[in-house]
């Protein structure tokens, strides 16, 4: 089984950033395809950045440029970087991992609040 952990989760101010962390463990965490998803009070859980076991990644259009993924596989740790935050990013963030669509292990969440 695959145990997920986030992290670094808060409030901070418009234009801020926040770096989120997912600490994975368990048999197989290394080689699954991993992902990063939100939902903001009374709206649906969206994707938000992907990471492929071949290392490559893909946004919502609503974050580009803004979010950067990445991955320490030496330390089995997930990460998003988030620049530039607005309102509309707050959210409880979850990583996901493993399956088809990166969400068959999710971990418990993180609050991100932009003010």
């Known amino acids: 089984d695959v145990q997920l952990v986030e992290s670094g989760g808060g409030s901070v101010q418009t234009g801020g950033s926040v770096r989120l962390s997912c600490a994975a463990s368990?048999?197989?965490?290394?080689?699954?395809?991993m992902g990063w998803f939100r939902q903001a009070p009374g709206k649906e859980r969206e994707g938000v950045a992907g990471?492929?076991?071949?290392?490559?990644?893909a946004y919502a259009d609503s974050v580009k440029g803004r979010f950067t993924i990445s991955q320490d596989k030496a330390k089995n740790t997930l990460y998003l970087q988030m620049n530039s935050l607005q309102p509309e990013d707050t959210a409880v963030y979850s990583c996901?991992?493993?399956?088809?669509?990166?969400?068959?292990?999710w971990g418990q969440g993180t609050q991100v609040t932009v003010s």
């Open positions: 996901a991992a493993g399956g088809t669509y990166c969400q068959d292990y």
């Open positions: 368990g048999y197989g965490a290394l080689y699954l395809c």
């Open positions: 990471i492929g076991i071949d290392g490559r990644t």
